[in-house]
């Protein structure tokens, strides 16, 4: 059996001048726990995968017959699958906010505040791991979407430009979510508190159905909402055509960027104040 | 009051400041209606074992965690081997190992990975932070367990790896935040060998406990506070001794009976007889002579006695003959602590806990 030295350390290591160094060391470590602990519900992963495979089949063969696209030559599915991303991205911010509010109902963030690590890297960790699965996430949906039909009309290329687009605002929306799960009083609260703010964004927007469906008083809040002006930059580098538009793109680059400058400082200043 | 309080607010004399300073700290939590600290001083030595003894609520956790940099004070300061835990909490952070009451470890990931995550947070290399982790494991008999996930340890493993994660820098200065709290007899006992070992090479300790014997195991220097107060500070020996060591508990009929027995009883005892319901407790040095005084005065009265017992001072007896109430338990919870350890407090016996009095 080893034997650990217990005798402390008079003068504890510092390492000067490397805090960039080890704030991505930090983050990286914090990502890490966070993907492993994923990987140890393998039941919660599981369901993580096949709730948005279930939706992608639910609208595909239940709802898409009644809903036109409106573009002549478009097919749902087409229309659908760059709108479904975008709601199952937007989704996974939940499991930030839950996430955070276990940690904080555990305790565990007690034990990474007494210790030197950057105070930012609990969130940074915590949302790079829920893009990570979101990665994971898209490609698994786009597999099934291929299956189910779904084509992308562009190219390959310009198919993943979309999905760094809505990874980025996927991420950007993390952090706001970061701050609900460390002002709620427990995960399941967490949880509830995410939904109401969610299904109007993701479901009165583009993703769906086309805008010009609804009526008068909704279109004007579903057309210039950030999940609408995202989804729009997705159809518009996945299916191009009709849907291509530049003004778009550089609106969710906008929205996203400017979600990040917003909540990535409120949240950190809300894991300062949370003791 | 009665004159008893040994030692208020003395600190213990040295030339330089201790490797713990607290100066007047204050935390008022739940916007203003509860002071959790209340003033708090004190100062512990390098190398040596501080105690801090108090009921759920007294303010023990709260002192732990602003020492640790969890929680910064509403008024006063803290040091941290000469570093302040507000300015200098970079630094103080990098010299404090810290276990707590409630097993912060990730149970979702085993206990090497545990370990190792928690030494790459405190900015070992990934080589040395995995030694570190094998090292540790070893130590704490838990090798075997090494790449099983903490969802299969039991209580006593968690709270080990527990403290072996708080020891993965090899800090200076360990707080440990009623480490024993919930354990079995077996599990205590092999947790004070370790905090012994470590303080016998240098370690500075500050321990929180609701237990008398382990304070008076562990402790060098003993601080006993009540809402966030110190109402009693000095080595175990001389706590014990302006405490009595005996609780001479006499049971009547009826608290009518017990009432008027206080008052015959109150000639044999240094401080007064503290009444409860139908009985009365004496606080003495000589246990079975005053018991015996005890009930040759009462029969000589003519007071009827129902039951008489002598048993070592509890806690509970610590408060009352200190601060003249009973400890209060559960009057708030400090915030981000959720568990059912709160429960009211376990009484614990100097010389015999009742889980170790069954052994």
């Known amino acids: ?275 | 009051m009665n004159g008893r309080c040994p030692n208020v607010g003395k600190l213990t004399a040295v030339n330089e400041p201790g490797a713990v300073v607290a100066r007047d700290l204050v935390k008022v939590f739940a916007k203003g209606s509860v002071r959790a600290l209340d003033g708090l001083s004190f100062e512990v030595e390098a190398g040596t074992v501080f105690g801090l003894l108090g009921p759920n609520g007294s303010g023990k956790t709260t002192a732990v965690r602003i020492l640790s940099t969890i929680l910064t004070p509403d008024e006063g300061s803290a040091s941290i081997l000469g570093n302040d835990v507000v300015k200098r909490a970079a630094v103080v952070r990098r010299s404090i190992g810290l276990a707590g009451q409630y097993a912060t470890v990730d149970e979702n990931l085993t206990g090497h990975e545990n370990l190792r995550m928690v030494g790459r947070l405190s900015h070992l290399e990934k080589k040395a932070a995995s030694t570190r982790a094998d090292e540790l494991l070893g130590q704490f008999g838990l090798a075997d367990a090494a790449n099983r996930t903490l969802k299969t340890y039991s209580g006593g493993m968690r709270r080990r790896l527990d403290l072996a994660a708080a020891l993965v820098g090899r800090p200076p200065v360990l707080f440990l935040d009623e480490p024993t709290t919930g354990l079995d007899p077996q599990s205590r006992q092999d947790l004070w060998v370790v905090i012994e070992q470590l303080v016998g090479v240098g370690t500075t300790v500050l321990l929180t406990t609701q237990y008398l014997e382990e304070a008076d195991r562990l402790a060098h220097q003993l601080l006993v506070i009540d809402h966030g107060k110190a109402i009693a500070e000095g080595t175990p020996a001389e706590l014990k001794a302006t405490l009595g060591t005996t609780v001479v508990s006499v049971t009547f009929a009826d608290s009518a009976t017990a009432e008027r027995a206080v008052g015959l009883l109150d000639p044999l005892v240094a401080g007064s007889p503290i009444l409860d319901g139908n009985s009365v407790d004496l606080t003495v040095e000589a246990g079975p002579k005053v018991a015996a005084e005890a009930l040759r005065t009462l029969d000589q009265h003519q007071v009827e006695v129902a039951g008489l017992a002598l048993r070592e001072p509890s806690l509970d007896d610590v408060f009352l003959s200190l601060t003249g109430h009973r400890s209060e338990g559960l009057e708030f919870d400090e915030p981000e602590q959720g568990g059912d350890h709160k429960a009211a407090p376990t009484p614990g016996y100097i010389g015999f806990d009742e889980n170790l009095a069954g052994r």
């Open chain 1, 1 to 275: 059996m080893t034997t650990a030295d217990l005798r402390p350390l008079s003068a504890p290591a510092v390492a000067p001048g490397h805090r960039l160094k080890w704030l991505l060391s930090d983050v990286a470590t914090m990502t890490w726990r966070n993907l492993v602990a994923l990987t140890r519900i393998p039941e919660s992963l599981f369901f993580a995968t096949l709730q948005p495979i279930m939706f992608v089949l639910l609208f595909r063969f239940v709802f898409g017959g009644a809903i036109s696209t409106g573009v002549p030559g478009v097919t749902y599915v087409d229309f659908l699958m760059p709108g479904i991303f975008v709601q199952t991205v937007c989704f996974g911010a939940v499991s930030t906010s839950i996430g955070l509010a276990d940690d904080l109902q555990k305790g565990l963030i007690e034990r990474f505040r007494a210790l030197p690590m950057a105070r930012s890297a609990v969130l940074g960790g915590r949302t790079t791991a829920d893009l990570v699965r979101n990665v994971f996430v898209v490609a698994i949906m786009t597999g099934v979407g291929y299956l189910v039909g779904f084509r992308i009309t562009t190219n390959f290329f310009l198919y993943l430009v979309g999905v760094v687009i809505l990874l980025l605002f996927a991420y950007a929306l993390s952090w706001g979510f970061a701050c609900i799960g460390l002002s709620a009083p427990n995960a399941e609260t967490a949880q509830v508190i995410s939904f109401p703010i969610l299904f109007p964004l993701t479901f009165a927007s583009s993703a769906f159905v086309p805008v010009s469906s609804m009526p008068g008083w909704l279109q004007a809040f579903a057309t210039y909402q950030p999940v609408s002006v995202v989804v729009d930059a997705a159809r518009s580098l996945m299916l191009g055509g009709a849907y291509t538009s530049t003004r778009h793109v550089l609106g969710a680059l906008a929205w996203s960027l400017g979600l990040l400058v917003v909540l990535v400082p409120l949240a950190v200043r809300q894991y300062r104040r949370t003791a």
